[in-house]
């Protein structure tokens, strides 16, 4: 899971354009341990401020944006994420329970999952998403619109890690 996520863009004309998608996080962790390609957890400038600020708030610290980052971050490739320092690859940040320990910062990637770019066409929905994401076909329904919303945010987030915002 060494990979920077390559620029991508909304899709267009896609399977989920009509009816929408059912989604709810069922809280299984699955998204928070390690994934083949999608493993790292890439973090923008503004992710990087959020969870510094979520960890602070968490932990009673009082870290600046730059000391989090030394103990926390790395670049592979140019592009920011969170140091892989587990054994298994599971996130640095995965609690018990399968709990996130920064969740009121955590970043854009978390943030939109399942609804990333390079993920909603037929085939790796159906092949990849939907056998590995126990949330998918559940709960609320997501309007396209909504999910068009949340893939712009996360295309808008992947462009600012390859060009290094
Ligand atoms: S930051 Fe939180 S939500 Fe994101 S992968 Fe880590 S534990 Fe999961």
Redesign the pocket.
């Known amino acids: 899971m060494a990979k920077a996520p390559p620029p991508s863009k909304p899709a267009r004309g896609q399977w989920w354009e009509k009816e929408g998608v059912r989604f709810e996080c069922q809280g299984s ?1 699955k ?2 341990v390690s994934r083949g390609e999608y493993g790292f ?1 890439y973090m923008t400038a503004k992710d990087r401020v959020a ?1 510094t600020k979520a960890f602070n708030a968490k932990n009673g610290a009082n870290l600046k944006t730059r000391e989090f980052m030394d103990q926390y971050c790395e670049k592979t490739d140019g592009v920011w994420h ?1 140091k892989e320092t587990r054994a298994n690859g599971d ?5 018990g329970g399968n709990r ?4 009121e910062g ?2 854009s ?2 943030r939109t999952w399942p609804f990333w770019p390079e993920v909603m066409n037929a085939k790796t929905w159906k092949k990849e998403v939907s056998s590995f994401c126990p949330g998918i076909g559940k709960g609320r329904l997501y309007s396209p619109d909504e999910i068009r919303a949340i893939v712009s945010e996360q295309t808008k987030s992947e462009d600012d890690l390859v060009n290094g915002r």
């Open positions: 962790g998204c928070c957890v969870m969170l996130c640095v940040f995965l609690e996130c320990g920064v969740y955590r970043p990637q978390c």
